[in-house]
Structures are given as structure tokens and as C-alpha cells.
């Protein structure tokens, strides 16, 4: 693999992330992508390592170190997501590329910003004002999934309503908006269920008035819009977020579909 990124691939697009373990050790992936002899995408992951810091500089050496290891010198693009420890990154590596004379153009497109990041920005923004009836959902999805018990119970109840949906309940992750989404829209299907076992099960009252409060109807209501207007996010985050294919071409559609819906919306 070392012998052909030396010798046989031209350019090497290159893209990133970091995050936090649970035991609080900050990590790095870097995956190298390019398109072989017979124009097919490749793609591999050359290096995870525990890094410092989240700071700019210890991102950019790390990937510095990782692209001398490998004998990768001609880079054409770096995606990142829009933390400004990944700006500082790039401008430290694009120096460094710039005076080995291996950058195309000086560097000047080498920083690429994922617009999947983009998205999850500008709805996680967009969300913020439901967070409150996003939660009390949240809450009774967590007590119903923590026992098998309980979600045989809730079930029966499901079969009672001749709920027309085979959709398991689950959680969200705190930052994966899509995750949100999918929970939201497999609990709303479920909403009349909530309801009957709210009143057959006294524990679960309690355990929702002790947090962020039983959904009402509001909620419910508040929540279907959330993921009326989450959808079409969904499904451009898809769109942008194909790893078996380029992406990059597909830019403007998805910027041209945001400003129709904020369009629509505005009008509404």
C-alpha cells in the first residue's frame, strides 16, 4: 500500500475528525480517498491515533507525521468539519505542503468544509427552540427501553391501538440530529401508546414528572413538526454523505434545496 501511494497515485484527497473517548483520551482518524488506474473510488483508512489536544497544531502535526509514514506527498484536498482547532490544522499543513512544492495551486483549495457538518449546524440551531417537548419524548422513550418488561408491556399496548407500525422505539445520540430524527418519527407513530400506558403505569408518571415532564398534546404536536421539517434534512445529509461515491458534484443541488425550503417556509 506505502509502494503505491509513492509511486502510483497521482493526488490524494484526504479527510478527518476527532473526538473524546469516555475515558477522556482525544483520538484522530484520517482516511485517504482516491480514484485508481480504472477511475474506481478507493478509499482507506491510514491512521487513528490518540492526539494531545483538540488545538490545531496537534491535529496538523498528527496528520503531518501520519502522511510522512505513509510517503503520501501529493494532497489535493483536506475535509474537515467547521471547529476552528481543523482551520489552524490546515493552514499549519498547507504551509507545509506549499514549501515542499507538492500543493496544487499553492495550497489555495486544499480546505474543504464537509457540508454534512454544515447541515447538522443549521439544524441543530433550527431545533433548539423544541428542545423542551424533544426532551419529555426523549424521557418516555428512555423509561419504556429500559427493561424488557416494560416494552412487552408497551407492546400489548401498541396491539390495543392496532398501531399500524413495526418500528422499534429508540434513543437518540446527543449530537447525531439524524439519530434525533429517527427516534422522533418512530415515537410519534406511537403516540396513542404513550398515552395508555401513562395511565397504567404509575412509575412511569412519576419517573417523567421527576424530569423534564410528561409530553402533552402539545408536545406531540410540536415534535410532528420537528419532523416535518428534520425530514427533508435527512434525507440531503444522505445525499452528501455517500461513501461509495464522489459527493462533492451534488454541492449546489443541496444548496439550492435548503434555500427552497427556508423559501417555503418564510412564505408559511
Known amino acids: 500500500m506505502k509502494n503505491c501511494f509513492e509511486k502510483d497515485i497521482s493526488r490524494v484527497c484526504l479527510t478527518t475528525n476527532t473526538w473524546t473517548s469516555l475515558q477522556r483520551i482525544s483520538y484522530m482518524v484520517l482516511t485517504a480517498h482516491w480514484v485508481d488506474d480504472e477511475w474506481r473510488l478507493q478509499k482507506r483508512i491510514i491512521n487513528i491515533c490518540p492526539i494531545s489536544a483538540h488545538r490545531g497544531e496537534s491535529i496538523g502535526q498528527a496528520i503531518e507525521k501520519c502522511l510522512r ?46 457540508v454534512a457538518h454544515i447541515l447538522n449546524l443549521i439544524v441543530q440551531y433550527g431545533i433548539k427552540d423544541a428542545s423542551v417537548s424533544v426532551d419529555r419524548v426523549k424521557g418516555a422513550v428512555r423509561y419504556i427501553r429500559a427493561s424488557p418488561s416494560r416494552l412487552t408491556k408497551f407492546n400489548q399496548r401498541v396491539k390495543e391501538e392496532m398501531i399500524d407500525s413495526k418500528a422499534q422505539l429508540c434513543l437518540d445520540v446527543p449530537t447525531r440530529w439524524n439519530s434525533t430524527y429517527m427516534m422522533l418519527k418512530v415515537a410519534e407513530k406511537y403516540e396513542r401508546a404513550f398515552e395508555l400506558y401513562l395511565r397504567d403505569d404509575h412509575n412511569f408518571f412519576l419517573d417523567l414528572t421527576t424530569g423534564d415532564g410528561v409530553p402533552t398534546f402539545d408536545d406531540w404536536d410540536i415534535v410532528l413538526r420537528v419532523i416535518k421539517v428534520l425530514e427533508p434534512f435527512y434525507h440531503l445529509t444522505l445525499k452528501v454523505s455517500g461513501s461509495l461515491h464522489v459527493t462533492s458534484h451534488s454541492l449546489f443541488e443541496v444548496l439550492t434545496d435548503v434555500h427552497c425550503l427556508f423559501d417555503g417556509w418564510q412564505d408559511c
Do not use: P
Open 69 to 114: 509514514d505513509w510517503g503520501i506527498e501529493r494532497v489535493f484536498t483536506i475535509t474537515v468539519d467547521n471547529a476552528s482547532a481543523n482551520s489552524v490544522a490546515i493552514e499549519y499543513l498547507r504551509k507545509k505542503l506549499n514549501h515542499q512544492n507538492a500543493s496544487v495551486a499553492n495550497g489555495k483549495f486544499i480546505h474543504m468544509r464537509c
